[in-house]
């Protein structure tokens, strides 16, 4: 029914990018939150090179630009003695507007989709809050959603942006295969900046560490004014006992030994999951981000993967609601962006959670000769950083009829 909106489940940055982009093409659409207002809390924190050049057609790189790190480059490092591979996306510079990973928390980035969404698009995008989505079904002319603080109401298509326990998937009739890691992160947060203290630190920099304290490796990435470390349990050390603040402070000062106590302004448990659901499109209803694909943080490609979901998805939505083509068309989504999320996020993110899950001294100086050879050649790089920052993928699903 052309006149009635769009129902999309979920306000985190895939769901509110998705809104945005079906507003520029002249979609409704109805955006529905179970919480009271945006997620505060740090999640994910880089914006790859092509997540930029898309978000500039909405007007919005610049904007989230301005509120973050550019992040020339990103490395690979030994703790013992600070030996790296080190990648510059420089050499993508003929490939993108924004040869650079952006750090900056997903959180500045929904908060620039809602103030566009006010200044321009009112009208056409109402935002609910506070309002839980507990029943959907569907039928051949729309889908009835329903729920918590929320009347029956109807839509033309339902869209899940409603992450891992996806009511919209659910109603789909779908399974979330995969797996999940055993090893749980401790996301530790910090003032102390690491890169004035560790010589030729980037903003994003993995790290592979004997230190006992570690069950082999942690992880760096900077946001502006913080660093969120990646700590991990020790073998034999449970989650409760790496969450103690001594235990925490034992491991950051392992990483950096300094005089006084860290700052630890923000602690939180994961646990990291490799899942994807085997279609994203059930009649009216359809999934996009981590509703549709769950993958290891490594590589950063979890949130980005939505917002590239959100663009295609909307670019096929839009002529199916104006009446201009078949709602098979939106199969091809699924076409596009389900092997892509496979072969290109969660194969090559699970690569390089393995890559720094390697514990044996000769087999992590080989890995990283290697990747230090890749880092030296510049058509070898280009190749790499194609893949690694995404470009590729989104260049092979642009092929798929």
């Not at 996306?89 to 006010?118: F, I």
């Not at 602690?267 to 279609?279: G, T, V």
Request: charged share 25%; with cysteine; glycine share 8%.
């Amino acid at each position: 029914m052309r006149e009635t909106r769009i129902g999309i489940v979920g306000a985190g940055p895939v769901g509110l990018v998705l809104a945005l982009r079906l507003a520029t093409l002249g979609v409704p659409s109805l955006v529905i939150e179970a919480e009271t207002v945006l997620a505060e809390e740090l999640r994910a924190s880089t914006f790859h090179p092509p997540t930029l050049d898309l978000l500039d057609t909405l007007g919005l790189g610049a904007p989230l630009v301005a509120q973050g790190l550019v992040t020339p480059s990103w490395q690979v490092r030994r703790h013992e003695d600070g030996a790296r591979a080190v990648f510059d996306l420089s050499v993508l510079a003929a490939d993108t507007a924004h040869p650079y990973r952006l750090q900056a928390e997903q959180l500045k980035l929904s908060r620039l989709v809602l103030a566009k969404l006010a200044a321009g698009h009112a009208g056409t995008v109402e935002l609910r809050f506070g309002a839980r989505v507990e029943q959907v079904a569907q039928d051949e002319n729309g889908v009835t959603l329903s729920g918590l603080g929320l009347d029956p109401l109807r839509v033309s298509f339902a869209v899940g942006c409603d992450g891992a326990r996806s009511v919209v998937r659910h109603a789909m009739g779908l399974d979330f295969p995969g797996d999940t890691y055993p090893e749980t992160t401790i996301l530790a947060t910090t003032s102390f900046d690491f890169a004035a203290a560790m010589e030729g630190l980037s903003n994003v920099t993995y790290v592979w560490t004997r230190h006992p304290a570690f069950s082999g490796t942690f992880s760096l990435l900077r946001v502006p004014g913080l660093w969120r470390a990646s700590l991990y349990p020790a073998p034999g050390e449970s989650v409760d006992d790496a969450l103690r603040p001594e235990v925490v402070e034992a491991k950051l000062q392992a990483i950096l030994p300094r005089e006084v106590p860290y700052e630890v302004r923000d602690l939180r448990p994961y646990r990291i999951h490799q899942r994807i659901a085997a279609d994203y499109r059930r009649g009216r209803l359809l999934l996009a981000g981590d509703a549709a694909h769950l993958n290891s943080p490594a590589g950063g490609m979890g949130m980005n993967g939505g917002i590239h979901d959100a663009f295609e998805l909307a670019a096929h939505l839009a002529p199916v609601w104006r009446g201009e083509a078949a709602d098979s068309l939106l199969d091809r989504y699924t076409r596009r962006r389900r092997p892509v999320a496979e072969r290109e996020i969660i194969a090559q993110a699970d690569r390089n959670r393995a890559r720094m899950r390697e514990s044996d001294p000769a087999r992590r100086a080989a890995l990283l000769a290697d990747l230090q050879a890749v880092a030296a050649d510049p058509a070898r790089a280009r190749e790499h950083l194609l893949r690694s920052s995404m470009i590729a993928g989104l260049r092979a699903a642009a092929e798929v009829a």
